[in-house]
């Protein structure tokens, strides 16, 4: 098993690359007044997976932390969109 500072920087990783990937697809830095964007459905779904993505990398940081001794995780239940099956 890989190292617990390691697994936990690769899992760093995996969340700032898809909020880097997020900031991308919600044209974050575009220069246009929020009140012109406008994003397709299928835009705002795949940018949900990857927040769901973002969120599962975090709470595997967490859990390495709790197998080394660091602190409970707290417990974070599935989000909405889940749950409904949406």
């Known amino acids: ?11 760093a990783s995996k969340v700032l690359d898809t909020l880097a990937a997020v900031s991308v697809d919600l044209q974050c830095h575009c220069g246009e007044p929020p009140h012109k964007l406008v994003l397709s459905a299928s835009k705002v779904q795949e940018t949900c ?3 769901d993505e973002a969120v599962i990398a975090l709470k595997k940081i967490l859990a390495i932390a709790v197998m080394n001794g660091q602190g409970p995780v707290p417990n974070v239940g599935s989000s909405a969109r889940n749950e409904s099956g949406d």
Do not use: D, S, V
């Not at 098993?1 to 899992?11: G, H, K, L, V, Y």
């Open 1 to 11: 098993m890989m190292e617990p500072t390691r697994q936990a920087a690769n899992e």
């Open 49 to 51: 997976e990857k927040i």
